[in-house]
C-alpha cells in the first residue's frame, strides 16, 4: 500500500475537517489551528515548524498566543482519537472500566 492510501484514512478526514472547522469560525488558518492545538497538548513546552514560503511563515506566526477553547480541544480530541487496542479494547468492555 502506498503512503498516500495509508494517510488516506477516516480518521485523518475526520481531524482535518475538526480542524477546518474551527479555522472557519474562528477566522484563523489550518496551519494556525494546528500550531496552537499541538502547542496546547500537555507536556509541550513548544512548537517547531516549516515554512517554504513568506506567507507560510507569517501564517504560522499568526499562531503566537492564539489559544483554543476548552471545547475546541475536546472536538480535535475526539475527531483525532485512536480506537482502543488490546488490552485498553477488553479492558474496556469489564464491568467497573474505566477507572476513575
Not at 492545538?37 to 499568526?62: D, H, M
Not at 480530541?77 to 488490552?87: Q, T
Request: glycine share 8%.
Amino acid at each position: 500500500m502506498d503512503l498516500w492510501n495509508r494517510l488516506a484514512d477516516e480518521r485523518n478526514y475526520s481531524t482535518l475537517e475538526a480542524v477546518e472547522q474551527i479555522a472557519k469560525e474562528r477566522g484563523r488558518t489550518i496551519s494556525q489551528v494546528a500550531l496552537a492545538w499541538v502547542n496546547q497538548q500537555p507536556g509541550v513546552s513548544s512548537v517547531i515548524y516549516g515554512a517554504r514560503t513568506e506567507e507560510q511563515n507569517e501564517q504560522n506566526l499568526g499562531a503566537i498566543g492564539f489559544r483554543l477553547e476548552a471545547a475546541e480541544l475536546a472536538a480535535l480530541d475526539k475527531a483525532s482519537g485512536l480506537p482502543l487496542e488490546y488490552p485498553n479494547a477488553m479492558q474496556a468492555r469489564l464491568p467497573g472500566y474505566p477507572r476513575t
